[in-house]
Structure formats: structure tokens, C-alpha cells
């Protein structure tokens, strides 16, 4: 009777180590658990293909102004980034590069959304070319890409470090000299600290 009491005891207390064990994974996960900052730009410009003013100075006027909007959807969880590399081309591909602008690095709390200005010289470009093309209502494609590294503050310290990019985006550019606002798909690389955590408690069960 002893030992059929025993068996009893023992396999309640391996149910409720494993209910325990899955419970502190579940809890583990979604208190770790991040969520990417989504990314678009916005007030794409080049004074220099606006159509509406021909004036020598705006024609003359060879800046790219841009606004790069960052959004942080997490409600408990904090966003730091690095420097923000935008590289920017001119035509259906990354041959002919205009050069790049660069973004100080800084804190996005949680739940908050960044509205970060940026302009760019532009030294080398056919502006004639492109000048033409938006005169005949046709439209000039730009082409930019994204780069930082953001970690994540998870209640009082800051996981690891993620790449967190944007290649190859498209932008058209009218006789406006403005392109429309675009969402730019970020890619978040690396397998991250709260899967890892999830799957090594899974294993230990």
C-alpha cells in the first residue's frame, strides 16, 4: 500500500515540476518576448525636380531632404539604436550611389514613435536626365537602403544586440520633386535572447 502511495506522490510531483517548468517558460517568453520597430520615410524632396519652381536657386538647390519615421509598438519594452546609416541611389538599381546620411543613435522608450530629419548633398548625379524624365511626366526612381543595430531594454537592462536593416527600397520621385510616403520592410537578424531561453527550458523537459 506504501509503495503504490509512493508511486502516486512521485508522479504528482514530476506532473506539477513539469506543469511548473512550463508555466516559467510560458511566463519567461512572453515577459522577453520583442517585437521589431517598424520604419518609413516620409517628406522625400529634391527642390531641384520641382517642376512648380524655376527659379536658379531651386534648380541649383541639389539637397535630399527626407524625414525617417521609427515606431516602437511595444508596450513594456524600451528601443536603443545605433548610429542609422541611410545609403541612397539614383536609377533601377545600386550602381550609381548618391552617398549616404547618417542618424545619431539614441532611446525610444516604449509605445513612442521618432520623427528623425535628414538631408544629403548630392555631389554626382545626371540632373539634366532626370530633369527631363519628370518634365515628360514620367517619374525618377531612387532607391535607399537602412542600417543600424537596436537592442532591447527588458525592464531594467538591455539584451543583445540585432541587425536591423532595409535593402533596396524603391522610391519615386514626380515633377513635385516629392515621392509619396513609404513603408519600409526592416529585417531584424538573429535568433534573439527570449526563443533561446524558451527553447532551452522546452529541452530541459
Not at 62 to 68: A, D, K, R, S, V
Not at 160 to 173: A, D, G, I, S, W
Amino acid at each position: 500500500m506504501s509503495d503504490h502511495g509512493s508511486s502516486h506522490t512521485c508522479c504528482f510531483r514530476c506532473t506539477k515540476f513539469i506543469l511548473t517548468a512550463g508555466l516559467t517558460a510560458l511566463f519567461v517568453w512572453l515577459s522577453l518576448r520583442t517585437t521589431k520597430p517598424s520604419c518609413s520615410l516620409h517628406n522625400f524632396y529634391l527642390p531641384a525636380l520641382n517642376l512648380s519652381d524655376n527659379s536658379n536657386t531651386t534648380r541649383s538647390n541639389h539637397t535630399l531632404y527626407f524625414q525617417l519615421n521609427l515606431n516602437n509598438k511595444m508596450k513594456d519594452k524600451g528601443v536603443r539604436y545605433d548610429e542609422i546609416m541611410l545609403r541612397f541611389y539614383y536609377g533601377t538599381n545600386t550602381s550609381i550611389p548618391l552617398g549616404n546620411s547618417t542618424i545619431n543613435g539614441f532611446y525610444q522608450g516604449h509605445d513612442k514613435k521618432a520623427k528623425k530629419k535628414g538631408k544629403l548633398e548630392i555631389q554626382k548625379m545626371a540632373w539634366d536626365a532626370a530633369l527631363k524624365n519628370v518634365t515628360n511626366t514620367s517619374k525618377v526612381v531612387f532607391r535607399v537602403d537602412v542600417a543600424t543595430r537596436v537592442s532591447y531594454k527588458i525592464i531594467f537592462w538591455f539584451g543583445k544586440k540585432h541587425n536591423f536593416t532595409v535593402e533596396n527600397r524603391t522610391l519615386e520621385v514626380d515633377s513635385t520633386g516629392k515621392s509619396s510616403a513609404q513603408q519600409l520592410h526592416c529585417y531584424l537578424m538573429g535568433l534573439g535572447f527570449p526563443l533561446i531561453v524558451l527553447v532551452s527550458l522546452i529541452l530541459l523537459l
